[in-house]
T-cell receptor, first 115, second 110 residues
Framework: NAGVTQTPKFQVLKTGQSMTLQCAQD?????MSWYRQDPGMGLRLIHY???????DQGEVPNGYNVSRSTTEDFPLRLLSAAPSQTSVYFC??????????????FGQGTRLTVV | SQQGEEDPQALSIQEGENATMNCSYK?????LQWYRQNSGRGLVHLIL?????REKHSGRLRVTLDTSKKSSSLLITASRAADTASYFC??????????FGAGTTVTVRA
């Protein structure tokens, strides 16, 4: 049982390049999300999905796109990388019940540097 | 804006001592969760407390929730070097979003 798998672990991009961060989970969770973590700011929600075919914006969605074609996968696309997108990115998955979220499982993160 | 705010930002204690950190939030919640992050790693879930619960225990962890004050505390008893990490609270706002605070960095000295 792998949990949440993110690839790549490290990436350096030039300004203006595009790329896709991959996220896959094998726990059949309906809910998946992407966060970015910057020093002193905790985790900020970029986009999330409550099921295949359904996505929505979080707190800081500008410059990022997502799609959810399957329950397992939730890729994050950077359209035109900017230095302000230098950060550590985390993917997470969980279930939601009538009492709200269950525990979230996180990937190991992708450390992205935009030069 | 972030819902939860942890206090203090950093905490340094001696091995064997207890560590207490607090989380305040702004709006009504379904539940509140605490996570640990070791340096350079992903977050690991520690404990979840629902809005109708006041206290919860898990091993050396004790979490309290006061919905009237919109605050929670995490107590780690008999700390160990392995407890050195950052600790985050996350609030479930019943809108399919988990909102995280900026975290408390705990250093346990041998």
């Amino acid at each position: 049982n792998a949990g949440v798998t993110q690839t790549p672990k490290f990436q350096v991009l030039k300004t203006g390049q595009s790329m896709t961060l991959q996220c896959a989970q094998d726990m059949n969770h309906e809910y998946m999300s992407w966060y970015r973590q910057d020093p002193g700011m905790g985790l900020r929600l970029i986009h999330y999905s409550v099921g295949a075919g359904i996505t929505d914006q979080g707190e800081v969605p500008n410059g990022y796109n997502v799609s959810r074609s399957t329950t397992e996968d939730f890729p994050l696309r950077l359209l035109s990388a900017a230095p302000s997108q230098t950060s550590v990115y985390f993917c997470a998955s969980s279930s939601w019940t009538g009492q709200g979220s269950t525990e979230a499982f996180f990937g190991q993160g992708t450390r992205l540097t935009v030069v | 804006s972030q819902q939860g705010e942890e206090d203090p930002q950093a905490l340094s204690i001696q091995e064997g001592e207890n560590a207490t950190m607090n989380c305040s939030y702004k709006t009504s919640i379904n539940n509140l969760q605490w996570y640990r992050q070791n340096s350079g790693r992903g977050l690991v879930h520690l404990i979840l407390i629902r809005s109708n619960e006041r206290e919860k225990h898990s091993g050396r962890l004790r979490v309290t929730l006061d919905t009237s004050k919109k605050s929670s505390s995490l107590l780690i008893t008999a700390s160990r070097a392995a407890d050195t990490a950052s600790y985050f609270c996350a609030t479930d706002l019943n809108d399919y979003k988990l909102s995280f605070g900026a975290g408390t960095t705990v250093t346990v000295r041998a």
